[in-house]
């Protein structure tokens, strides 16, 4: 069974840093990562992913502040979160599919439960 847990998630006053890492466990190879966010009462929204090989891609709301990276052996995909503003206030999500295209917003197969950043001004 994949499992996904993810860590990082905190409050901050505007232009601080976060960095959220979600680990998984219950397979070995994962062809794309991904995060996503949520402010209640609205849909959750792709933020960046990262394929095997390395290849990014952000939303343009994030893009220059926030960073997408991954560990192999560690199995753990990570958000650096730079500069947060009050808009980056949600609950974050991580997800990863173990095959097909790697995209923003590719359909993610499994998920984390999610961890909260609250940025304040």
């Known amino acids: 069974q994949v499992q996904l847990v993810e860590s990082g998630g905190g409050s901050v006053q505007a232009g601080g840093s976060l960095t959220l890492s979600c680990a998984v466990s219950?397979?070995?190879?994962?062809?794309?990562w991904g995060w996503w966010r949520q402010v209640p009462g609205k849909d959750r929204a792709a933020v960046a992913a990262?394929?095997?090989?390395?290849?990014?891609v952000y939303a343009d709301s994030v893009k220059g502040r926030f960073t997408i990276s991954q560990d192999h052996r560690k199995n753990t995909v990570y958000l650096q979160m730079n500069n947060l503003q009050p808009e980056d206030t949600a609950m974050y999500y991580c997800?990863?599919?173990?095959?097909?295209?790697?995209?923003?917003?590719?359909?993610?197969?499994?998920w984390g439960q999610g961890t909260q950043v609250t940025v304040s001004s």
């Open positions: 219950g397979h070995t190879h994962l062809n794309c």
């Open positions: 990262i394929d095997y090989a390395g290849g990014t």
């Open positions: 997800t990863l599919a173990l095959t097909g295209s790697c995209y923003l917003g590719f359909p993610g197969q499994y």
